[in-house]
Each structure stands twice: as C-alpha cells, then as structure tokens.
C-alpha cells in the first residue's frame, strides 16, 4: 500500500479514549503446556491480552518490533547519537533509563521480554508523549488496512526511525502482509492452517484425489478448515479460498490453532449458545436463511431438517439438561417412521470412491 492511497484513511481513523489495563506480567504463559512459544507469540498474547488491543493493532506493533529489534529483548547498540538503544523497542536516552528505573522499583528484570512489556504497557499509559499512539492504536480497524495503519502509525509515532515515511510504509506494509495473514482472528470456527509445500497444494471439488482441481493455494498461504475427512491416504480440509470452496490435502500444510466447529455452533464462532437457538428459530419462520455449512451444524438431531427440535435440543445442551446430542431422530408424533425405499437414489453414500 502505498502512502498517498492510504493517507486519508488514516485521518479517518479516529482516536478512542484510552482503556485503562493493568500492565503487570502475562504471568498465564508460564502455565502453559506444549512448545515454549516465541518471543513473537509472547508479545503477540501480551498485547491482545493484557492490553486488549486487536489483533490488526498488534500486527502493526510486532511489524515495527520486527524491524527495531527482532524480537530480542537483549538487542542492544549505539544509535546515531552515540546513545544506548536496548530492547524490543531500541530504547535509548531518557527512556532507556525510564525502563530501568521502572522495572527496578516493579520487581522486575530490565533485560527481560517480561520487564519490557510491563514498561511499554505503562509508557503508553502514563507519559504523555506516548499516549496519542495508544488512542490511535486503540481506534484501529481489525482488518487488514487497520494493520497497516496501525504499523504506520506506530513507526511515526512511537518509534520515530530516522527513515520516516519510507520505513513507516514498509512496516504498515509488513504488518498488513505479513503478520495480518498470520493473526487474522478466524472467519469461523475452524482450524487454522498454512500450506507447507514449494509448489502450493491443489484445491479439489472434493475430498480425494478422483475430484477434478479448481486451482493451485499457493505456498506459506493460511487457511481455515471447517471440515475434515480422510481419503487416498490423505487428510481432507474443506477451505475457502479466493471465494472459490473446496478440499486440499492437508498433509502438505502445517496445523497453526483453532478447532473444528461443533453440532449445535450455527453461526460458526466457536461457542454453541442461545444466539445459536435464535438463528434456529429465525430459520424456521423464514426470518433468515441459513448457509449450507450452518444448517449441517443447526440440524443437531440429524434428521435431515432444522426445526424447533434442534432449537430444543441446542437450549438442552446450554443448559446442562443433555450433554450430548442423539444420534438417531427422535419419534415425536408416536407414528412410526416410513423407511426409505431401497432404489431411492438419496440413500446413495455421496463419498468419493477412493479409485
């Protein structure tokens, strides 16, 4: 993005009053299990965390700490002034020594990613210079245009590099392709994924390698999953890619987070709840209608329609009352249900042969 085509948007961007946070340390990192995550991830947690910023927001300030520091709190050197630049955010001079005598008098360790989060929290809080970049940052859209004005910003603001717009460009431009991509929060519930493969991976109108290919998902590029299901020894994803649905096998991409979506989860967010029991309802009176992907997920009793059942059944299981959802349909009117005739073409099992 180029600054001319972004300028007045920035000026749109209009500056929130400042939320108050707690600054201490992201003490919940410690208790967690698996891969010790990166220095990136840290800062990453820290921001959208304990200083509820967005995700677009963070990305502009992981942009700008990729650029100053890499990410090591121990980064250190003389600066064009001859003076001391240390840490995430290349400190140097009078704030140098603020981050000291901060993380001195808060019990905490200077030359730690801890410390120079803690000290960044409050610098943004508590000295005046600093706090327009938190109103600004605050205001962020979360989306990708909001990464790359928030890494502009930031640069200009904040970091104040000797290269001015042209480094604010290419650190909005970082964070807007590079770590938005990667931070984006999800679309819908599903899991997270990045194709792992030089030559891309081919997305399939379904789920095996019989099913013709509608294009090539090229390298390093993320994608949600929403379903999953295994054929010729491969591991299928449902994807949306380029607006264009279909299935790729994800043996040639790497699992980053997230969760496949539930029974009972209609609007695809990650949480079955009532806002889920009222998109049931709105569907069944014609209110609105729902996607193919929603109704799989709103038809929790399997019967091959959504009705006020699934409405009950998914209120049930909120409140504690079922703990699972039936695996056949449920006789309501006491008749007995008439099977379907053996030549009628819906029984047919509609999975890919595997030939």
Known sequence: MKNGEMMGKRLLCACAAPVIFLCGVFFALADQSGPTPS?????????????????????????????????????????????????????????????????????????????????????????????????????????????????????????????????????????AETFWPKYAPMPVAGEKWQVNSSNGVNLRSGAGLSNPVLTVVPDKTFLYVTAKQAADSYTWGKVVYNDVTGWVALDFATYVNGALPTLGDVNLDGSVDTIDVRLVLQAVVDKIKLTDDQSVFADVNRDGSVDTIDARLILQKIVGKITDFPEKPTDTTGTTETTTAANDTTTTEVTTSPT
């Open 39 to 175: 220095n990136e991830q840290i800062i990453f947690d820290y921001i959208t965390g304990t200083m509820k910023l967005n995700e677009a927001a963070a990305c502009g300030i992981l942009a700008n700490i990729q650029a100053e520091s890499n990410f090591n709190p121990n980064a250190g050197g003389p600066d064009t002034n001859g003076l001391t630049s240390y840490g995430i955010c290349q400190w140097n001079g009078s704030r140098f020594t603020a981050l000291q005598d901060y993380c001195t008098a808060n019990g905490l360790d200077y030359t730690t990613l801890d410390g120079q989060l803690a000290f960044l929290c409050n610098e943004l809080q508590t000295t005046e210079a600093w706090t327009g970049t938190l109103s600004y940052i605050q205001a962020a859209t979360n989306d990708k245009e909001g990464a790359y004005n928030a890494g502009y910003y930031w640069c200009l603001h904040f970091e104040r590099p000797a290269g001015g717009e042209t480094s604010a460009d290419k650190r909005g431009t970082a964070a």
